[in-house]
T-cell receptor, first 117, second 111 residues
Framework: GAVVSQHPSRVICKSGTSVKIECRSLDFQATTMFWYRQFPKQSLMLMATSNEGSKATYEQGVEKDKFLINHASLTLSTLTVTSAHPEDSSFYIC?????????????FGDGTRLSIL | GEDVEQSLFLSVREGDSSVINCTYT??????LYWYKQEPGAGLQLLTYIFSNMDMKQDQRLTVLLNKKDKHLSLRIADTQTGDSAIYFC???????????FGKGTRLSVIA
């Protein structure tokens, strides 16, 4: 079946580092991808909607200059956490929606656990 | 705004049935989902149901939807220790709109 690949699965880095997370749809084209964040023992909260070829739409309270999203092709969206700080430590997970087939449910990546020291 | 509520904890004995309940507020929700998350892992889609359905069964899993009451349940038959995880209820308007998640129900299975 359809698969969404997310890399890296885990990142540990120093404060001030920028971290890029990739979300790829492996066997389908995705015009829309979503980025969620999950803090420990909490639910998933939508951060932004990534649309191929256009600017991402950010949820209220999410800094667009802090969390840069690029959706340059129908199979790849990237989230870059710029100048990460310990409070950015979280579980980031993407999902993808198939192009031309909005009747199918979204598929999630396995998530990226980001730890900022 | 949209809201999804579910109880936070459920404890059952191995072999018994588990029933996890969820309520949602958005009457335009078309898709209703159940995801499983094991410790340190991502989300596993267990099953989903369209809003025009009342029930969906898939092996040990049975989903019941009461659209009038906006109530969704997940029944796991013959619960096993491997079923211990957090179960998230979620809803969306379509396949390409974002999901709204509940806070998750932590299922503990006692051997």
């Amino acid at each position: 079946g359809a698969v969404v690949s997310q890399h890296p699965s885990r990142v540990i880095c120093k404060s001030g580092t920028s971290v890029k997370i990739e979300c790829r749809s492996l066997d389908f084209q995705a015009t829309t991808m979503f980025w969620y964040r999950q803090f420990p023992k909490q639910s998933l909260m939508l951060m932004a909607t990534s649309n191929e070829g256009s600017k991402a739409t950010y949820e209220q309270g999410v800094e667009k200059d802090k969390f840069l999203i690029n959706h340059a092709s129908l199979t790849l969206s990237t989230l870059t956490v710029t100048s990460a700080h310990p409070e950015d430590s979280s579980f980031y997970i993407c999902s993808a929606s198939a192009y031309l087939n909005s009747n199918q449910p979204q598929h999630f990546g396995d998530g990226t656990r980001l730890s900022i020291l | 705004g949209e809201d999804v509520e579910q109880s936070l904890f459920l404890s059952v004995r191995e072999g018994d049935s588990s029933v996890i309940n969820c309520t949602y507020t958005d009457s335009s929700s078309t898709y209703l989902y159940w995801y499983k998350q094991e410790p340190g892992a991502g989300l596993q889609l267990l099953t989903y149901i369209f809003s025009n359905m009342d029930m969906k069964q898939d092996q040990r899993l049975t989903v019941l939807l009461n659209k009038k009451d906006k109530h969704l349940s997940l029944r796991i038959a013959d619960t096993q220790t491997g079923d211990s995880a957090i179960y998230f209820c979620a809803e969306s308007y379509s396949g390409n709109t974002p999901l709204v998640f509940g806070k998750g129900t932590r299922l503990s299975v006692i051997a």
